[in-house]
């Protein structure tokens, strides 16, 4: 999800080499909506379609702040009194993507892929003493696990500058199934801020971003009873630890139809994250 919209263009002037249409508009084109605006005041707008991939990779501590089981047909029960958890969690995802501008300064966007979720979850059980009066007993136990599934959702960028200076405002909502009883829902929001301008004649932005990672859940399912027949129902309530990144991020257009962005971001916790977004623009 991360690096999903669009990095601002709003302040985009056409390569040397490859000269937009007269007026920037391609024949039969609408789109943006009020583009004509923004071309009166001298504004290269993109071309308003983009298809591409979004792919990132993150690493993060998740807090688990509660954990229910239940036995056969009992309702699921807290057991945080005996067991306290902790995870860390490594994320692959891979999206396909859609974008369209519909104003200048508002683009709007599809993604749908796949992602792969690898977990070392650590379990620490407090368990009553042996006889009474002694110490309690306490156990560690880790436990790998690993999950993958599909990922839809929709989003949408907000985009203004000044001069050679951007601002952008980008959300987007997720539904993610990891075989779980219901689907889990991400909102990522980040905001950007950056200089717009070229490099060898052609367009260059970099910026710098805060990003707030909305993934807090309940995960719902039912294994198998370890201790016999029948199955064991669980409810976990888990989210990032530390649910803001803050990051640095650059965009290139190696051709008017063809923008290339990496993002990368740090927690400042030990978790990071690094995105790759081709975009071809048409």
Known sequence: MVGAGSAPRALAQPHADEPAPAGGVTPGRKLPFLGDLARDRGIELPLPFGAGAVSYYIERDINVSELRVGRGAAAPSAVSDFVQLGTSSRVGNLN???????????????????????????????????????????????????LEGTVGGLGATLAGGYGPFFLALDFNAAQVGLGFDDDLRAVVTSLRTGWN??????????????????????????????????????????????????????????????????????DFHGGWYVAFVPVVRF
């Open 197 to 266: 301008g070229r490099a060898g004649g052609r367009a260059l932005r970099v910026w710098a971003n805060a990003t707030y990672w909305d993934t807090f859940a309940t995960a719902k399912g039912a294994v198998a009873d370890p201790d016999g027949g029948g199955s064991l129902a669980f409810e976990v309530d888990q989210g990032p630890a530390y649910p803001w990144t803050y990051g640095l991020g650059a965009q290139y257009s190696a051709r008017r139809w063809l923008d290339v962005a990496v993002d990368l971001g740090v």
């Open 96 to 146: 396909a993507k859609f974008d369209v501008w519909l104003l200048p300064f508002v683009n709007v966007y599809a993604i749908a892929g796949y992602v792969w979720n690898e977990s070392e979850t650590t379990f620490d059980l407090t368990l009553p003493p042996l006889v009474p009066g002694g110490e309690p007993r306490r156990r560690r136990l880790t436990v790998p696990t690993s």
